[in-house]
């Protein structure tokens, strides 16, 4: 492993798995459970970046990115220009104003700017108490103030700049005020300004812990102090003694006091929002207003919930129902959020028997029902690995949608790997290609749907000096919210965090890079796998997972994986003896759109970032085949995927150009090759008309094609219209005219499926149903084994759908489709 890479293991503690749930905001009183409509922002299945109206900004260019890294690391300490106290809160009244006005036009147009990912940033872990107090004036730029603590005030209304939560603080002395900004805080995406008025009201005291200050050079240089872990931002309490001796030259305006239905109906209106940290922050005002008033507490349950902290919504929700003083609706809706903060933490047995308690008071409660179902179909897929893959697949034909399923870890173990050194994952007993290895929930996750309408941010990579995708960049603060509510992700604390005074210190640098090495771009199961598609900026979904972050990479991985929704399955794609390691392809290799890694060549350049050089089978035979025969091969598979249709003249010249790239008369792992062919058996097949040698002959290639994609082919006879049809399904591939255990090295599994399918149509074509039937079971099996479940992709089959259906098959449909 690269000496400044950052994995899995840095966060020691990373265990909770969590499940998202469906909630919405009872207008009268507290968030009810009887909805399961999304909130505003996140619209399963509505894309929401329309070319037209929302100008996209590009990806950078790796020089640009150098330079940006360049100078971060060199940025010299100076001092900082000091602003009068007036410049400074004028300044940034002027952009909360503009803000305002923006939010208020309904034409305001969606923005997009870069944010600098792996910069320097800084977190302390020192107590305030262990800190001594430094003022405005003696700060320096670049300069991190170790041992020193600034004690401030809001002195303007907080504002969202280009991402970062600006305001004025002036320092006790009062002369001059400088800028704060607030990184990657919790609940601050998309927050609105009143949204932010709640984090931070105008005239709370902080004190910032170890202040890091920077110096912005537009339009005019101004120094700032930059905050990236929450943990940094201490609210002060009147009373507290660091306030003892501290005289401020100018008079305090204390923050607007509110009663506890005042903080009630605030927080409702951002739960309705879809900001469920910053109503979660308005619900606990409240009960520092009146501790007694558990509709809040049932409330912050409810934010909770939504928010993944299960382990505070239950404390919140059982505070309630050991009240012996609540009427018998509010305790039955403490049981349901009892029951479903259980179902969030994987405790299916507790929920269980809440939602049994919950159904002894309302026998008629479909939700309850519902809930019940849910909790037993968890409990049988932890169990028994037995997934419900059908229903999965339907729900996740809606982009966005989470899905609902429990985690399963097949005869898996995590061992030290000869990849680069660092952990890898290893089978604990032998396993058969198309096994299940793991289901996994993502720790954070982020779809394009959640982006509806909002600004937006790219990230300017300075780790791998490439610009970092909407999605991928809006995990940064997705993991940092989710650890400020459950610190088990992080530390073995079990305590649930008081969310107002966050004091578990965080690393955004870390943070930064586990994310940059670790997370997956979505390969969504229900759409042809596309490498432009995971590599768009707008379009592409990301999340980090916990154990599949330890999969090492291999072109010609032995397992292969993909997600339903945000849930990713991993299967074996061969037969995998105890002890070996398991791989994955961190880069997809097959695909139709132009940009699928062709030769070792573009191969390497998508895994830079991670290893010098791949030095997997495929890529070694590839750097065998010599540079420029890798360089011809990629033009040849240009040519191919951008030529619509081909005489067999001309794919019989493709066939002959791929073979001469491969000098060293290689056999297996010829894929490159084996697409040319499936060109040359279709052209066939459209001139031959009824000439059944010329059939033949095209049947023949497809076979080929199948070889020098490693597929053992057991049956190579082609006389046709010998077997009679077998509606029964072949058990255990007993009757596949290919071997299924000595799986392809290197298989491209769509060509194989469109090969098995092509050669199926052509036994079909001559009423030779029992051939048609064996080699469609083949291509099912194909298909179901190497991505993780049937069914999953979809193909233009040569096969008409009465003779699938005659031959047994069940054709699923999309919802919708025609
Ligand atoms: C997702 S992590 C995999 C787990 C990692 N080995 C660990 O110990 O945490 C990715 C990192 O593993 C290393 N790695 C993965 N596959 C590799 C390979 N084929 N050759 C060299 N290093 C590899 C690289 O450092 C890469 O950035």
Known sequence: MPPE??????????????????????????????????????????????????????????????????????????????????????????????????????????????????????????????????????????????????????ASG??????????????????????????????????????????????????????????????????????????????????????????????????VSRSAAEWKETGNLHFKDGQFYVAAIAYTKGLDVDPDAYILKLNRAAACLRLEYYSIAMVDAEAVLSIDEISDDMRLKARYRTAQAQYGLANYEGALHNFAQCLTVTPGNAEAKEWTERCRRRIHERETGEYDWGRMFRDAQIPGNAIDAEEFIGPIKVGESARGGGRGIFVSKDIKAGDLLLVSKPVVVSFPQELRGLDYELGANLITLETDSVCRQSLITKLVTKIVGDPGLQSDSATPPDLRQIKLPIDVGLIERVIAYNAFNLNDVTRPPCFACTKNLYRSSSALYLLPSLFNHSCSANSTWCNFGDVLVVRATRDVAEGDELTISYIPLEGSCANVSTTYLDRDDGLYQHMDKCDCPECEADRLDGKQACERRGVHLARLRETPEWTVKRAQGLVCDMDATYPGGRTRGRWASARARLVLAEAIVREAESDLERLK?????????????????????????????????????????????????????????????????????????????????????????????????????????????SMGYTLARAPGAG
């Open 5 to 154: 890479t950052s994995t899995f293991a840095d966060f020691q503690h990373w265990q909770a798995i969590l499940q998202a749930m469906e909630f919405q905001l009872d207008e009268n009183d507290t968030p009810s459970e009887h909805s399961t409509a999304s909130p505003p922002f996140l619209q399963p299945g509505v894309y929401p970046f329309d070319v037209a109206r929302h100008p996209r900004l590009k990806p950078l260019s790796t020089q640009h990115l150098k330079d940006l890294k360049e100078k971060n690391v060199n940025a010299e300490p100076c001092a900082i220009p000091v602003f009068p106290r007036d410049a400074c809160i004028q300044n940034l009244r002027r952009a909360r104003k503009a803000a305002e006005e923006k939010e208020s036009s309904p034409q305001r147009a969606i923005q997009g700017h870069y944010s600098e990912v792996g910069a320097r940033t800084h977190f302390s872990s020192l107590l305030l108490s262990q800190l001594c107090r430094v003022g405005i004036s003696d700060m320096q730029a670049h300069h991190v103030h170790k041992g020193q603590y600034l004690l401030c005030r809001i």
């Open 158 to 255: 907080p504002v969202r700049e280009e991402g970062v939560v600006c305001f004025a603080v002036e320092d006790p002395a009062g002369i001059v005020a400088i800028t704060l900004k607030i990184h990657k805080y919790p609940g601050t995406t998309w927050a609105s300004t009143a949204a932010l008025d709640v984090l931070f009201p105008l005239g709370t005291l902080l004190a910032i812990r170890e202040p890091m200050v920077d110096l912005s050079t537009t339009p005019v240089p101004q120094g700032n102090v930059s905050v990236y872990s929450p943990a940094d931002l201490v609210f002060v309490r009147p009373l507290d003694p660091i306030l003892r001796d501290v005289k401020w030259e100018i008079p305090a305006t204390p923050p």
């Open 697 to 805: 002959e095209a049947a023949r290639e497809a076979m080929k094609a199948l070889e020098e994609n490693g597929i053992v082919v057991l049956d190579k006879s082609m006389e046709l219209g010998s077997t009679e049809v077998s509606v029964e399904t072949s058990e255990g591939g007993a009757t596949l005219p290919i071997a299924i255990g000595d799986a392809p090295i290197w298989s491209d599994v769509g060509t194989c499926v469109g090969a098995m399918l092509r050669i199926s149509s052509i036994f079909h074509g001559q009423g030779d149903l029992g051939m048609a039937k064996r080699w469609l079971d083949a291509a099912c099996w194909c298909e179901s084994s190497f991505p993780p479940s049937k069914p999953s992709k979809t193909y233009r089959t040569p096969l008409p759908v009465l003779a699938i259906q």
